[in-house]
Each structure stands twice: as structure tokens, then as C-alpha cells.
């Protein structure tokens, strides 16, 4: 088996590095159809993905059973500024992995968000809940979505939300900073969510792989809380005061920071399609965070 992950400096793709590495993800072991595996990791300083070019001449001096694309720009404000570098990025790169993965009858698997939803009602979004962005980055990943799936027919799209890893910048250690100099922050409480541990991500994403179930997946750790829940949960393991997180509404944070994306306000996703396939091992994100704590050392 070889596999290409491209992006693969970024958190969820320190994670496939990991588990392909050592076998095994937090929540179970690696299918043994990937010992032995050929893995090719790399970023954008090695494959532009949004070179065609470039991405075509990689894949003729290469070949693989597998593409991973974990390349993206994640920054949701900056997306709303640089509308067309996200696009190309999100959605133009994708669909050159994709074309190209698939001349060589490789699968392809694409990760995208949360963020393709409207978020206007509660509750949870199944695989086929009608789409509709209402930011920058999530128009361009729905559109990475779509191009990908008309490209590879061997293709999987897998949604995610709210990641983080050992390895990259995210939530948890921005409050963890936030805690550690300041000792207070105003975090928002009425965007409802699913924390997400990159290395269970991982985890699914090799499942799938050894699957030919292509698709929408959703790929979320399980039960809902808003990013001021979150905040409290990690500051607390941290040994602060969870009070030192004051919830605040979408509004008040709009008015305080302008130029930020809209995010959607209830984005929670069901993982119904892994469910159908190969079992939903995602655990609660408590306990996703829980672990998270106990190997902080992983990301030094
Ligand atoms: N982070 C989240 O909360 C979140 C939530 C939902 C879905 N997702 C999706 O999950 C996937 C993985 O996210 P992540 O958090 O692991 O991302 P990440 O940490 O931001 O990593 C993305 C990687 O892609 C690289 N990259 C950017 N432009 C590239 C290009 N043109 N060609 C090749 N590589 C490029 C980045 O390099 P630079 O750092 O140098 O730009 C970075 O190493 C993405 O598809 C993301 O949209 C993430």
C-alpha cells in the first residue's frame, strides 16, 4: 500500500503520521492492510496543491493506492479577506489531487467542515442535510467537497469540526495560552459544536480508506457543547478556574472584533455514514480531552 498525504505539517496530518508510525491510534489499533505501508508526507514547500502542474508531474513520478488531502486554509477569518486564495487552496487544489489521484485509480479522501452547513437549527446534521456557508471558508471547502466528488469517483469526503492535535495551532492551546498570560478570556457561548480529536480523525479516516464505501462522511467525537463549554473543560485540566472563561454572545464578539467570519450557530454533526460502514468509534469529546491532557508531551 502507498499512501500521499499532502498537507501534512498541519495537525490532522501529524496524526496519520503517528498512527501509520506506531500502529495505533488512541482508540484502537491500525488494520494491519497497513503494515508494511509506503507513506509519503508532504506540504506545501514539497506539492503546491494548487500547482495543476506540479501536482500532475508528482503523480508521474510517483504512483499510490491512497491520497489523503489534509492541506487547507483552516484560518476562517483569514478566508473572508482572501476569498480567492482560499478558493484555490480549498477547492481548486483538492480537485487537482483528485483529477490526478484518479487517473491511477487511487482513492481520495478529502476533509472538509462543518462550516458548509448554515448552522440555523439546532440539533445534529446528517451526511445528506442541505448544505448552504454562510463564510468564506465554508463556500470554498463546500466547493473543494463538490470538485472532489465529480473528479475521483473513488473519492470520500469526510466532515469534520472543532480539531485539534498534538502538533499545530488550535483551540485548546490558544486558551491554554490565554490562561497562562492573561488569566481571563470572553469566549463565545452560543455557537454549538463537537470538539474534535485529530488522532480519533485519523483513526477513521484509515478505516475508510481500506473501504471502497466512497461518499459524505461526518467524523465528529460525540456529544455537543458551546466554545465556552469547551474553554471551561480545557482550562480546568489545566488546573485554573474554570470562571476564568467568561461566555459572551456572538453578537457582543462580532461587535468587538469586525472583521470576523459568521460562524454557524448550531454546526453539531451526526456521524451517521461511518455508523452504516465501519462502526463509529469516536468517543465522547470529554474523554478525547482527557487523553489529549494526559499526552500533551506528544506535541513538544
Ligand atoms: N482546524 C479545524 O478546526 C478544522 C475544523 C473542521 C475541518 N477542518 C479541516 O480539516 C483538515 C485538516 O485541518 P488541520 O487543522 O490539520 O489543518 P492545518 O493544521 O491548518 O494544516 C494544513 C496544512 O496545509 C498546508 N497548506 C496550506 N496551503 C497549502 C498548499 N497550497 N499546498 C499544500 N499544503 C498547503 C499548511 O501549510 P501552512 O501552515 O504553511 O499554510 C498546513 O501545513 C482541513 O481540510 C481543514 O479544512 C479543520
Given at each position: 500500500?502507498?499512501?500521499?498525504?499532502?498537507?501534512?505539517?498541519?495537525?490532522?496530518?501529524?496524526?496519520?503520521?503517528?498512527?501509520?508510525?506506531?500502529?495505533?491510534?488512541?482508540?484502537?489499533?491500525?488494520?494491519?492492510?497497513?503494515?508494511?505501508?509506503?507513506?509519503?508526507?508532504?506540504?506545501?514547500?514539497?506539492?503546491?496543491?494548487?500547482?495543476?502542474?506540479?501536482?500532475?508531474?508528482?503523480?508521474?513520478?510517483?504512483?499510490?493506492?491512497?491520497?489523503?488531502?489534509?492541506?487547507?486554509?483552516?484560518?476562517?477569518?483569514?478566508?473572508?479577506?482572501?476569498?480567492?486564495?482560499?478558493?484555490?487552496?480549498?477547492?481548486?487544489?483538492?480537485?487537482?489531487?483528485?483529477?490526478?489521484?484518479?487517473?491511477?485509480?487511487?482513492?481520495?479522501?478529502?476533509?472538509?467542515?462543518?462550516y458548509v452547513?448554515?448552522?440555523?437549527?439546532?440539533?445534529?446534521?446528517?451526511?445528506?442535510?442541505?448544505?448552504?456557508p454562510?463564510s468564506?471558508y465554508g463556500r470554498?471547502k463546500l466547493?473543494?467537497?463538490?470538485?472532489?466528488?465529480?473528479?475521483?469517483?473513488?473519492?470520500?469526503?469526510?466532515?469534520?469540526?472543532?480539531?485539534?492535535?498534538?502538533?499545530?495551532?488550535?483551540?485548546?492551546?490558544?486558551?491554554?495560552?490565554?490562561?497562562?498570560?492573561?488569566?481571563?478570556?470572553?469566549?463565545?457561548?452560543?455557537?454549538?459544536?463537537?470538539?474534535?480529536?485529530?488522532?480519533?480523525?485519523?483513526?477513521?479516516?484509515?478505516?475508510?480508506?481500506?473501504?471502497?464505501?466512497?461518499?459524505?462522511?461526518?467524523?465528529?467525537?460525540?456529544?455537543?457543547?458551546?466554545?465556552?463549554?469547551?474553554?471551561?473543560?480545557?482550562?480546568?485540566?489545566?488546573?485554573?478556574?474554570?470562571?476564568?472563561?467568561?461566555?459572551?454572545?456572538?453578537?457582543?464578539?462580532?461587535?468587538?472584533?469586525?472583521?470576523?467570519?459568521?460562524?454557524?450557530?448550531?454546526?453539531?454533526?451526526?456521524?451517521?455514514?461511518?455508523?452504516?460502514?465501519?462502526?463509529?468509534?469516536?468517543?465522547?469529546?470529554?474523554?478525547?480531552?482527557?487523553?489529549?491532557?494526559?499526552?500533551?508531551?506528544?506535541?513538544?
Amino acid at each position: 500500500m502507498r499512501i500521499l498525504v499532502t498537507g501534512s505539517k498541519g495537525q490532522l496530518g501529524n496524526e496519520l503520521r503517528r498512527l501509520l508510525a506506531t500502529g495505533t491510534a488512541e482508540i484502537g489499533p491500525v488494520p494491519d492492510v497497513y503494515a508494511g505501508v509506503k507513506a509519503h508526507f508532504v506540504d506545501v514547500d514539497e506539492l503546491d496543491i494548487t500547482d495543476r502542474d506540479a501536482v500532475d508531474a508528482f503523480f508521474v513520478d510517483d504512483s499510490f493506492d491512497a491520497v489523503v488531502n489534509c492541506a487547507a486554509m483552516t484560518n476562517v477569518d483569514g478566508c473572508e479577506t482572501a476569498e480567492d486564495a482560499a478558493y484555490r487552496v480549498n477547492a481548486l487544489g483538492p480537485e487537482n489531487l483528485a483529477r490526478a489521484s484518479a487517473r491511477q485509480g487511487a482513492k481520495f479522501v478529502q476533509v472538509s467542515t462543518d462550516y458548509v452547513f448554515p448552522g440555523d437549527e439546532p440539533g445534529e446534521r446528517i451526511e445528506s442535510d442541505v448544505t448552504g456557508p454562510i463564510s468564506a471558508y465554508g463556500r470554498t471547502k463546500l466547493a473543494g467537497e463538490e470538485l472532489s466528488l465529480a473528479a475521483n469517483t473513488r473519492t470520500f469526503v469526510v466532515r469534520t469540526a472543532w480539531l485539534y492535535g498534538y502538533v499545530g495551532k488550535n483551540f485548546v492551546k490558544t486558551m491554554l495560552r490565554l490562561a497562562h498570560e492573561l488569566g481571563a478570556m470572553e469566549v463565545v457561548d452560543d455557537q454549538m459544536g463537537n470538539p474534535t480529536s485529530a488522532n480519533d480523525l485519523a483513526y477513521e479516516i484509515l478505516q475508510l480508506l481500506t473501504t471502497e464505501e466512497y461518499g459524505i462522511y461526518h467524523c465528529t467525537n460525540k456529544g455537543i457543547c458551546s466554545w465556552a463549554e469547551f474553554a471551561k473543560a480545557i482550562v480546568e485540566r489545566a488546573g485554573f478556574d474554570p470562571a476564568i472563561v467568561t461566555p459572551c454572545t456572538s453578537d457582543e464578539y462580532a461587535a468587538a472584533h469586525p472583521l470576523a467570519a459568521r460562524r454557524p450557530r448550531y454546526s453539531a454533526l451526526k456521524n451517521k455514514h461511518l455508523e452504516e460502514t465501519v462502526g463509529d468509534k469516536m468517543r465522547p469529546w470529554n474523554l478525547a480531552l482527557d487523553s489529549y491532557f494526559a499526552n500533551l508531551k506528544l506535541g513538544q
